[in-house]
C-alpha cells in the first residue's frame, strides 16, 4: 500500500482520507451529557461535544498544529468507531511534542487523566512492511460505563510541507457534531488553496504582523444513518486544504496544477529505471516469443508475478519515492510504488511505453477532486496504453490475470505521471455488465438414504471474482471451507468438497461445491412442496437513506435451481407464476419450468449503476423486499386431476 508520510494523514487516510482529527484545547467546557440537546443524539452512537483545529504554517516545510478532540460515546456502538482508541502516527518528518486524554462519566466527573508517559510507544505496524520508521503513541480508553466521554489534546510539529491538516469534523457514520472550528495561520507570501464541500461557508479573517489567519466554524450537525448506499463525503461538510509551492525533504514541488505535481513526482522517480544490461538481455527473451504487443504486456506481467512479493518501505521520504528497478530485480520484493516502477521498467525495455499511475484506492475512500490538485493519494499501480485499448496493471498481486478490472481501482480519476509532462487527470474503466457477473447453477438430488445432494457450479468475475481469487491463492483446504461457510446461504449443509479453477486468460473464475444435508429438500404431504434457497445473496440492501443514494457497480447475477424430482414430476403441475419488476435501478425476473423429471427455478438480477434521488429510495427498497420474498417462496406440485 502507498503510505503517505504525515503523521496525521497516513494509518486513517485509507479509511477515511483527509481525516485529520483535531481539535484546539478549551476550558471550562461541562462535559455531562445532559448538555447534548435531544435533536442532536438522534441517530447517534457518538457525539462530537468539540473539535477544533488550530493551524500554524511557519514555511514551505514546517507547520504546528494543536489540536482536541471531545467525543460522547452515547453506547456501546459508539465505540465501532475506535475513536476510544487513540492513535498518533509520527516519523522522521513529524514530532509529537504533546498528547494527552482525560475520560469523564455521563456527569462531566473527571474519571481519569493520562498524559504523554501513559501512552504506549510502538512501531507503526501495518503488517506488511518489511521496514518502517514509522512510530505511534497509542493509548486504548475501556471505560465501559455508557455514555461516556473522552477529551484528547494534541501538539505536533511537522516537516512535511505537501501536506496541511484537513477539516473533517465528522467522520463516521451516526456521529453527530455540536462544534468545529478550524483556523490557519500562515504568513502572507506562502499561498495555499481550500476548497469545501457539503457546505457553504465564509471564514473569518485576520491579519497581525504579516500573518494571515482565516477561521471556519459550524455546529450542530446531525448523525448520517449507517448505509452501504450513501457515500460519506457526499452527505458530510469538510474540507480540502493544500499549498501550492512545499517542500519534502530535499525535494521542491508544486501543486499549483496536477502538472506540476506530477512533474513533482517526475523529480523524485528520476534515475530508478536502472538494470544491469544481462538482466536487460534476459528480460528481452521473455518477450520475444510474443506475436503482440497485448502477449508481450502478459509475459512480462506474469514475470514480474512469478519474481517478486509485495512488502511495504516506508524509511524517509520513501512513503513517495520508490525503490530503484535495479534493487526490486535483485530482492524481489518492493511496495506498490516499487513493483509499479519495475513493472514499467521491464516494459520500457522491451519498447512498452506505460506510465507510472498515482490512485485513491478502496472502495471507501473519497473521490479524487479534479478541480483541487492535491497530494491525495494511497496507492500507486501502472497504465499501459496499447493500440485500442489501455491496461492497467496491480502490480502488488502475485494472482491477478493481466489487466484485470478489480474493485480496488476502477471507475475513478487517477494521475499518470508522464516524463517530459507531468501529472495528467485520467479515468479508470468501470465495470460493467459484461465483465461484472456472476452465473450459478444448483442441482439438487436425494440419496438412496434420503439426504439432499447439492452441487454448485459457479461462474464469477468482476467484483465477484476477489473472494474466490483470495481462496484458491492464499488458504488451506480447512481455511477455505470456513470462509465458504461464512457466504453459503445453504446454512444446514456440510461442505464435502470445493474446488477452484482460475482462467487467468478469460479473467473468469468457476467455484465447483459439493453438499450434503440428512433432510429431503422436498416435503411430501398430499402436494409436493420445494422450499427453494439460492447459494448466494449479492443483494444491495440499506433501510434508509437521508440525501439521495448511489449504486457504484453495473452487476448481473442468474442463477438457476434445479430439482431432480424423478417420479413425483408425473401428473403435478406447478404452482408458481413467473415474475418480473423493472425499475430504473435494476430489474429482476424469476421463473419456474418443468423439464422432464426436473424443476427448474431461474433467477436473473440486473442492478444499474448510478445516483439516484432520495423520492424513489422506497421504490428501490420494495423492489429488493419483493425479490427476496419471491425468491423463497415456496413451490408446490399438485396432483393433476382427470
Known amino acids: 500500500m502507498f503510505l503517505l508520510k504525515s503523521s496525521f494523514f497516513i494509518k486513517r487516510f485509507f479509511i477515511v482520507p483527509f481525516l485529520f482529527s483535531s481539535v484546539n484545547v478549551s476550558a471550562g467546557n461541562d462535559f455531562s451529557v445532559s448538555f447534548i440537546p435531544d435533536s442532536i443524539k438522534e441517530n447517534a452512537d457518538v457525539v462530537t461535544r468539540i473539535h477544533t483545529t488550530k493551524v500554524s504554517v511557519l514555511s514551505t516545510q514546517n507547520y504546528e498544529v494543536e ?49 504523554k ?47 496541511y491538516p484537513q477539516w473533517f469534523p465528522i467522520s463516521e457514520y451516526r456521529m453527530a457534531l455540536m462544534k468545529s472550528t478550524y483556523s490557519i495561520s500562515i504568513p502572507e507570501n506562502i499561498i495555499y488553496n481550500y476548497k469545501t464541500y457539503n457546505l457553504r461557508i465564509e471564514p473569518t479573517i485576520e491579519k497581525i504582523k504579516g500573518i494571515e489567519t482565516k477561521i471556519f466554524k459550524i455546529e450542530n450537525i446531525k448523525a448520517i444513518d449507517d448505509s452501504p448506499l450513501e457515500k460519506l463525503d457526499k ?6 486544504i493544500s499549498p501550492i509551492e512545499f ?40 518477450a520475444d516469443s510474443a506475436n503482440s504487443i497485448h502477449e508481450k504486456v502478459d509475459l512480462l506481467y506474469r514475470y514480474m508475478q512469478s519474481q517478486t512479493r509485495y512488502v511495504g518501505i516506508q524509511l524517509g521520504i520513501g512513503g513517495w519515492q520508490p525503490f530503484n528497478a535495479k534493487y526490486v530485480h535483485k530482492n524481489k520484493y518492493g511496495d506498490c510504488k516499487a513493483l509499479s516502477n519495475y513493472m514499467m521498467t521491464l516494459l520500457s525495455v522491451c519498447g512498452i511505453s506505460s506510465y507510472y499511475t498515482l490512485v485513491m484506492a478502496g472502495d471507501n475512500s473519497f473521490e479524487v477532486d479534479t478541480t483541487f490538485p492535491a497530494a491525495h493519494f494511497n496507492h500507486a499501480f501502472l497504465m499501459v496504453p496499447i493500440e485500442n485499448d489501455t491496461l492497467w496493471l496491480e502490480c502488488t498481486s502475485n494472482t491477478y490475470p493481466t489487466g484485470f478490472k478489480n474493485t480496488f481501482t476502477d471507475n475513478r480519476y487517477v494521475m499518470a505521471v508522464i516524463p517530459g509532462y507531468g501529472g495528467k487527470i485520467l479515468k479508470t474503466r468501470k465495470l460493467d455488465f459484461k465483465d461484472n457477473w456472476l452465473k450459478t447453477t444448483t442441482k439438487f438430488s436425494n440419496t438412496e438414504n434420503g439426504n439432499t445432494f447439492c452441487k454448485i457450479i459457479s461462474l464469477k468475475n468482476g467484483q465477484f471474482y476477489d473472494y474466490p481469487n483470495y481462496l484458491k491463492y492464499h488458504l488451506n483446504s480447512n481455511e477455505k471451507k470456513e470462509f465458504l461457510k461464512s457466504k453459503l446461504e445453504l446454512k444446514n449443509f456440510t461442505i464435502k468438497n470445493y474446488d477452484i479453477e482460475d482462467n487467468r486468460l478469460a479473467h473468469l473464475i468457476t467455484e465447483k461445491i459439493e453438499l450434503v444435508n440428512s433432510n429431503s429438500y422436498i416435503n411430501d404431504n398430499g402436494s409436493t412442496i ?75 438480477i440486473q442492478i444499474n449503476a448510478g445516483e439516484y434521488n432520495t423520492d424513489i429510495f422506497q421504490d428501490y427498497k420494495r423492489f429488493f423486499n419483493k425479490l427476496i420474498a419471491e425468491s423463497q417462496e415456496s413451490i408446490i406440485l399438485k396432483q393433476t386431476k382427470f
Open 117 to 163: 508517559v501513559k501512552f504506549d510507544d510502538v512501531i507503526a505496524f501495518d503488517g506488511a512492511s518489511l521496514v518502517s520508521d514509522q512510530r505511534m503513541l497509542v493509548k486504548r480508553i475501556d471505560y465501559g460505563i455508557f455514555p461516556y466521554t473522552i477529551s484528547i489534546k494534541k501538539r505536533i510539529r511537522s516537516k512535511n510541507g505537501m501536506y
Open 530 to 604: 420445494i422450499n427453494p434457497i439460492f447459494p448466494f445473496r449479492p443483494y444491495l440492501f440499506a433501510n434508509r437513506v437521508s440525501k439521495g443514494f448511489f449504486i457504484k457497480r453495473n452487476y448481473l447475477v442468474e442463477d438457476s435451481l434445479v430439482f431432480t424430482l424423478g417420479e413425483r414430476a408425473k401428473g403435478r403441475d406447478v404452482s408458481i407464476k413467473n415474475i418480473s419488476e423493472y425499475k430504473s435501478f435494476g430489474n429482476f425476473e424469476l421463473k419456474v419450468e418443468q423439464k422432464d423429471a426436473n424443476l427448474v427455478l431461474y433467477r436473473k
Open 247 to 286: 517542500v519534502l525533504d530535499k525535494y521542491k514541488g508544486n501543486l499549483k496544477s496536477w502538472k506540476s505535481f506530477g512533474e513533482f513526482i517526475c523529480l523524485l522517480n528520476e534515475g530508478r529505471q536502472d538494470l544491469e544490461l544481462s538482466d536487460i538481455s534476459n528480460i528481452k527473451k521473455i
Open 235 to 240: 452527505v458530510v461538510p469538510y474540507m480540502r
Open 67 to 115: 489540536t482536541e478532540e471531545v467525543y460522547t460515546f452515547l453506547n456501546q456502538n459508539g465505540e465501532k468507531s475506535k475513536l476510544n482508541i487513540i492513535r498518533e502516527y509520527y516519523d522522521s518528518f513529524s514530532q509529537i511534542v504533546d498528547i494527552d486524554a482525560t475520560i469523564y462519566d455521563a456527569y462531566g466527573n473527571q474519571i481519569r487523566h493520562y498524559g
